[in-house]
């Protein structure tokens, strides 16, 4: 089985402060992971995702994640904080074996709201 | 530009009634998805479709329905059974991961939100 978890609910951050927002996974074999963003009253945006090679992945806006296989997690991260990035963030994850049935989809965490402060 | 659309973007619906919810995808997407978003909560599947003429539950099906006549079309009915239908309705789509294109994330639409009067 495949799973995701966010540990925090709410993450606080002052404007032109680094930001982190932590994700970590359980796959069977290797993991593909993905962030979104979620503005409100609208869809959920691709923000970045890994699949193999650096474990420093850079997205869109700014953002970029790190793969660390040893802590099964995949933080996304970003230098310094806009207003703009307030907003709802979600980790998903994809099991690399397709042999199992779960693999066939993503399993999404429970979100984390993003506050910056201005 | 290819995409996913969900309308309408808000829903009214009367007590007893039933309403269907819209999505089309012109980005020749196998499978498609449907979850249910409570305020504050994450994402929650009602039901899904890996291929045309098939479907499948997620995990909150009751009260709801599907179907899919269309590779691009997967309506879902919010059915009267449905007793606490007040949510915000996202729709996504993916290629067919049962193939090797398997670091594919989800394309979703702008969402739907019903509410009951």
Not at chain 1, 33 to 48: A, I, K, M
Not at chain 1, 74 to 83: E, M
Not at chain 2, 59 to 86: C, H, M, W
């Amino acid at each position: 089985a495949q799973s995701v978890a966010q540990p925090e609910d709410q993450v606080n951050v002052a404007e032109g402060n680094p930001l982190t927002v932590k994700c970590t996974y359980s796959v069977s074999g290797n993991p593909y992971l993905f962030w979104y963003v979620q503005y409100p009253n609208r869809g959920l945006q691709f923000l970045l995702k890994y699949i193999t090679g650096d474990n420093l992945v850079k997205g869109s806006y700014g953002f970029e994640a790190e793969f660390n296989k040893s802590q099964t997690s995949f933080h996304l991260k970003k230098p310094s904080a806009l207003v703009s990035d307030s907003a709802l963030y979600f980790c998903a994850v994809r099991d690399s074996q397709l042999s199992s049935g779960s693999a066939r989809q993503l399993t999404f965490g429970s979100g984390t709201q993003l506050t910056v402060l201005p | 530009d290819g995409g996913i659309t969900q309308s309408p973007k808000y829903l009214f619906r009367k007590e007893g009634q039933n309403v269907t919810l819209s999505c089309e995808q012109n980005l020749n997407h196998d499978a498609m998805y449907w979850y249910r978003q409570d305020p504050g909560q994450g994402l929650r599947l009602i039901y899904y479709s890996q291929i045309v003429n098939d479907f499948q539950k997620g995990d909150i099906a009751e009260g709801y329905s599907v179907s899919r006549e269309k590779k691009e079309s997967f309506p879902l009915t919010v059915t009267s059974a449905q007793k606490n239908p007040t949510a915000f309705y996202l729709c996504a789509s993916s290629p067919d991961l049962r193939r090797h294109e398997t670091n594919y994330g989800y394309t979703f639409g702008s969402g739907t939100r019903l509410t009951v009067v």
